[in-house]
């Protein structure tokens, strides 16, 4: 459905534009695909392109990531502007995670206008997805940012958190960044231990995940209760509770890995 490039057609008159402006995402109202905006609407729009990024072809049809000028008054009748939760669940997750990879190419170019070695201006490669400091020889390339996320499970139960900063009451799995020399499975460890003052085994990959809230790539596991009483990280972790199949709280999309991971953990009981 998408394919990778960084070599755009010559020609690309039917070509495809996730917009975003002032790092918003545009999406089509009038559209089922919400996100990918044609050629001949950008034509018509007279929005005036400050980055353009060629990013593969979807369905054969080249597609490219955009930055409009902020000046632009789009027309509320036909265009939203919001962030990529707007479309989550909206459209197929192979669309989502296309506009989730225009959008962390458009910030790292922004993020990397000049050279953090030697303060000189960034340039754009001219065969690979990457910034150039001519004078010092540094390069950047778009930045990811490898966390774990973990279904913990007890028999049946699940241990489910709520995040302090989320003002929605959803539970979700436990998730960390990976630290400067840990393997992903000593991140797990570590995290559920910080986290919820639990020790866990029998860890079990599961599946990854491009996340782009703003740049991660999620690894998900499973794991096993091993021993420990609950107690929650403060600032951290509002709450925390092992929850039975029957009566779970609200609970990631199945769009997100972590409702992935708890999905298959239900219907491996089944």
């Known amino acids: 459905m998408f394919r990778p490039d960084n070599q755009a057609p010559d020609s690309p008159a039917n070509a495809l534009h996730i917009v975003f402006q002032n790092g918003k995402l545009v999406s089509n109202m009038r559209s089922s695909s919400l996100c990918l905006l044609e050629q001949t609407l950008v034509e018509q729009g007279g929005w005036q392109v400050r980055k353009r990024h060629f990013m593969g072809y979807w369905r054969e049809q080249p597609c490219f990531a955009v930055e409009i000028d902020a000046s632009h008054q789009l027309d509320p009748m036909d265009y939203q502007l919001g962030s990529l939760w707007q479309i ?8 989502f995670s296309l506009a989730g990879r225009a959008a962390q190419v458009l910030a790292w170019e922004r993020d990397h206008q000049f050279c953090g070695r030697c303060g000189s201006p960034m340039r754009p490669h001219p065969a690979e997805r990457a910034m150039v400091c001519e004078p010092c020889g540094m390069t950047n390339y778009p930045r990811i940012a490898p966390c774990i996320i973990v279904l913990v499970t007890r028999g049946e139960e699940m241990l489910l958190a709520r995040a302090a900063n989320n003002p929605r009451p959803m539970y979700s799995t436990l998730a960390g960044f990976i630290e400067a020399g840990e393997t992903a499975e000593e991140t797990l460890v570590r995290e559920v231990r910080e986290e919820v003052g639990l020790e ?8 990854s995940q491009s996340w782009p809230f703003p740049n991660q790539l999620m690894l998900g596991y ?3 209760y091993a021993g420990g009483e609950i107690v929650c990280e403060p600032g951290e972790i509002a709450d925390a ?11 990631p999309p199945p769009a997100s890995v972590a409702g992935q991971l708890i999905q298959h953990h239900l219907q491996s009981l089944s």
């Open 88 to 95: 989550l669940g909206r459209v197929d997750e192979p669309l």
């Open 200 to 207: 866990v085994g029998a860890l079990r990959y599961f599946q």
């Open 222 to 224: 499973f794991a096993e």
């Open 241 to 251: 509770q092992w929850f039975h199949p029957h009566s779970l709280p609200m609970i």
